[in-house]
């Protein structure tokens, strides 16, 4: 369970991103985070593995204080926390299975961490997450030969290796084309029901949002403007988190 | 609003520009014309045409031996000498690139930089004839010679990959919670490692050909023996080392262009 109590989070230079924001988020949910840009859909995901600091409040995730988490303590929560980014984050010039054995590294010892000895066991744990994302026959190839998709599945594979109970995605498929996201956010709906991993994806298009997030939380200026069941949503609400009427930019599959 | 004619008619011209530097480049050949006039060519097309006679006529007793004087050893010591000059120059560079890459130093990069300068401005043998005084004539020279003129090109070369890494890995690595030192192994050098090779790979191939001419200070190498045998009018001799020389460098080049692509692409 991830809860927000009165959250709020101003950056060194001033920026106020978040304001007072309280949430309760159960273990297995599917949640859209949805706003426009500058709402603090980033700033509202990367609190959670402490990737930015609560500046107000507190934040309480698997029965831990994150407010006063770290060094060790926090490594091994984020190893319980995985994320994936916009720009997939992988090393281009090495394969595929390297990149996601990488989530294997902070639970290996120092001299086969040092050397990059994989054990037997983490390298399949790497091929079953390669398999568990649909792209197991690319495992021996180049991260950089893959296209975008693909490469989102390797880091969602590399996320998936740490065997985590939670996952974050910052605008996952922002950069991907519509079939391809759907894909995408297919594997996440999966995973979700499959492995009962808790997801929290940031969006920019309303309509992929609504169609696989059971929960959607639309953020406007830092507040929480809506908080419920993806079946509630309306127009009126979307206008409210908007802020205006929806536009082509926020739907990725235009009138058909 | 300015039309397109006037835009054209006001286009930034350079004619003075043009005809400053046309009279600066016209007046330096004038000026260094002369220093062809005092070279001498008497006799130069005889011995032009015994060393092609020769060209196809090497010594063949210098090149299928493998006695020290013999040109697969002389080679062999060539090859030697940029291999450890290489090594020395590529490991020298480290430090130098990581206290010279802007993402990690910032604007202190200019010491480092001052220094790669100097370095790259040192002309070659210059340089051998200073280590010839320290270390004396002989391999050592040509590797310490060759190891520290390196520097100026590798250590460039790796601020560039330095400077290209891709600080979303490391975010990554952070977010899946690696400590300090596993970020630096799996997430910089990971990066770094196709790079670097690559970029020592080719400074090599640059290096074998500077190791072939060392020896014309007596810092090791081939040269020696192909400068003896030239100012001896020895060309079949000549030949053979040039064989020697021409062979290494069309190998070296071929598998170095290979195997380089194969790092950086992948193909
Ligand atoms: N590291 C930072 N330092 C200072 N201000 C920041 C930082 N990161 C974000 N901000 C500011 O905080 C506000 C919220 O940013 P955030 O990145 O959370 O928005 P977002 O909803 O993710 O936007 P987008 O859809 O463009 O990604 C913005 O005004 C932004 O400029
Ligand atoms: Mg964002």
Redesign the pocket.
């Known amino acids: 369970m991830i809860e927000f109590k009165n959250v709020g ?1 101003t ?3 001033g ?4 304001k007072n924001v309280s949430l309760k988020i159960e273990n297995g949910q599917f949640v859209a ?1 949805i ?12 609190l959670v593995n402490k990737m ?1 600091v609560v500046t107000e409040g507190r934040l309480v995730a698997e029965n831990l204080d994150i407010n006063t988490l770290k060094g060790k303590a926090l490594r091994q929560y984020r190893r319980r926390v995985g994320m994936v980014f ?1 720009s997939f984050n992988l090393i281009n010039r090495t394969t595929v299975i390297n990149n996601v054995l990488a989530a294997r590294v902070p639970d290996m010892d120092p001299i086969s961490s040092t050397f990059g000895f994989f054990s037997k066991q983490d390298k399949l744990i790497a091929l079953e997450a390669l398999n568990k994302v649909g792209i197991l026959e690319k495992a021996y190839i180049r991260a950089d030969q893959l296209s975008g998709g693909q490469q989102q599945r390797v880091a969602l594979a590399r996320t998936l290796a740490q065997n985590p109970s939670i996952i974050l995605a ?2 996952p498929v ?1 950069s991907l084309d519509p079939i391809t996201a759907n894909q995408i956010m297919s594997d996440f709906e999966r995973i979700n029901k499959e492995d009962n991993i808790t997801i929290l994806v ?1 969006m ?1 298009h309303v309509d992929l949002a609504l169609k696989y997030a059971s929960r959607v939380i639309g ?1 406007n200026q ?1 507040e929480i403007v809506y908080d419920g069941s993806t079946k509630d949503i309306t127009e009126d609400i979307l206008k409210k988190i908007y802020g205006r009427d929806l536009t082509d930019e926020d739907i990725m599959f235009k009138d058909k | 609003m300015k039309t397109v004619t006037q835009t054209y008619n006001d286009r930034p011209k350079h004619t003075l520009r043009t005809v400053i530097i046309s009279v600066i480049v016209l007046a330096l050949v004038v000026w260094s014309s002369p220093v062809l006039k005092y070279s001498s060519f008497d006799g130069g097309g005889e011995i032009a045409k015994n060393i092609a006679r020769a060209f196809f006529n090497p010594s063949w007793n210098l090149i299928f031996t493998l006695r020290v004087d013999g040109i697969p050893y002389l080679m062999f010591e060539t090859i030697g000498i940029a291999v450890l000059g290489t090594m020395l120059g590529a490991i020298l560079s480290v430090p130098f690139a990581f206290l010279t890459a802007k993402n990690i130093v910032g604007k202190f990069n200019i010491i480092g930089n001052t220094i790669i300068t100097m370095i790259r401005s040192f002309p070659f043998f210059l340089v051998a004839l200073m280590f010839i005084t320290v270390s004396g004539p002989g391999p050592m020279t040509g590797v310490l010679t060759i190891g520290i003129l390196s520097i100026g090109m590798i250590s460039k070369l790796y601020i560039e990959i330095i400077e290209d890494i891709d600080p979303g890995i490391l975010q990554s690595l952070d977010a899946l919670g690696a400590t300090r030192m596993q970020k630096i192994r799996h997430g910089i050098l990971p990066q770094l490692f196709a790079n670097i090779i690559s970029v020592v790979i080719y400074r090599f191939e640059i290096n074998v050909k500077n190791a072939t001419v060392l020896g014309i200070v007596a810092a090791g190498g081939i040269g020696t023996t192909l400068l003896t045998a030239m100012n001896a009018g020895r060309w079949r001799d000549t030949s053979a080392a040039l064989w020697g020389i021409i062979l290494v460098v069309i190998f070296i080049d071929y598998f170095s262009t290979k195997i380089r692509k194969k790092l950086i692409s992948g193909e």
């Not at chain 1, 920026?15 to 978040?18: E, F, G, I, S, W």
């Not at chain 1, 706003?35 to 990367?46: P, Q, V, Y």
């Open positions: 989070k950056y060194p230079n920026v106020v991103a978040l985070i706003g426009l840009s500058g709402a603090g859909k980033s700033t509202l995901i990367r930015e916009q910052d605008e922002a940031n920019h953020i830092g």
